[in-house]
């Protein structure tokens, strides 16, 4: 699930700066209570990925968050002259991991020409939440590990863990979410996007053969919060064919969670709002 996918001005030129998270506040620039609308590239496609406003003071904070590029965009009605937004993001590694210790983030952006330039370096903190401010609209951004990926999922007595990838719009298969489930096999997601997804268990925590409980947070295709009770058709390609067969229509609560049984290791499912 995508959880997210998941995911983002003053640049520094010749060399990297290591900036730790910040003890001042965060904030952004004429960019408070703004609407913004962040596009993702991963699995070699551009797609919308979460749309949002900000806080009082142009900050908007986002979980899980995949490295990758990301930009920005505001409506023209909402435009302002030196307009930079802030993000609050907590980073997951290039396995849908979330991070566990303070990690080093290399920041990039690409100039008008396409030519990828280093910013510098953010640290997380222990949870893997990353601090930035000076974001601007319509560049493109790179969010990249730069620390050896010493992150984990440790097997735990009673409880299964369940590699997720996604594939969103035009996309190829990307890994967009790697947790465990809790001791009544039901894994927790948020931000997922309609699409396509398929689930693997790590090997030896559960029988494959045995589904388990998927409770999603669900967001529309543009991919906005939902904030009333709406309809989520659910599709499986079943069988050596993988014909796509229609599971049910779900509802969700007015925050947009839905709950699945009998979600199986192995199937490809597809998720599509109706509004």
Not at 138 to 144: A, I, L, N, R, T
């Amino acid at each position: 699930m995508k959880q997210n996918v998941f995911k983002m001005t003053v640049l520094v030129i010749g060399g990297f700066l290591i900036v730790p998270l910040a003890s001042q506040a965060l904030s952004g620039t004429n960019a408070d209570d703004t609407r913004v609308k962040f596009y993702s590239e991963q699995g070699n496609d551009w797609f919308r990925s979460l749309t949002m406003d900000t806080n009082d003071d142009g900050v908007l904070k986002i979980k899980n968050v995949l490295p990758g590029w990301y930009k920005l965009k505001i409506n023209d009605d909402d435009t302002h002259s030196s307009q930079t937004v802030a993000v609050e993001a907590r980073m997951l590694d290039l396995d849908g991991r979330r991070l566990k210790e303070k990690t080093n983030v290399d920041l990039f952006y690409n100039t008008a020409a396409g030519v990828k330039t280093a910013i510098g370096t953010v640290q997380t903190d222990e949870d893997g939440w990353l601090k930035k401010a000076g974001l601007s609209a319509d560049v493109e951004y790179k969010f990249e590990l730069s620390d050896n990926d010493d992150s984990s999922v440790s097997k735990k007595e009673g409880k299964t863990r369940i590699k997720c990838k996604a594939k969103i719009d035009d996309s190829d298969w990307f890994s967009s979410f790697y947790g465990r489930t809790d001791e009544n096999q039901v894994l927790e997601v948020i931000n997922v996007l309609p699409g396509k997804y398929k689930f693997k268990y790590k090997s030896g925590d559960r029988d494959v053969a045995l589904p388990f409980i998927l409770k999603a947070t669900v967001l529309t295709e543009k991919g906005e919060e939902i904030e009333e009770a709406t309809k989520v058709h659910l599709w499986a390609y079943l069988g050596p064919e993988k014909v796509k067969t229609f599971a049910g229509e779900v509802i969700t609560n007015e925050d947009g969670e839905i709950t699945v049984p009998g979600v199986m290791h192995g199937v490809k499912y597809k998720i599509k709002v109706i509004e």
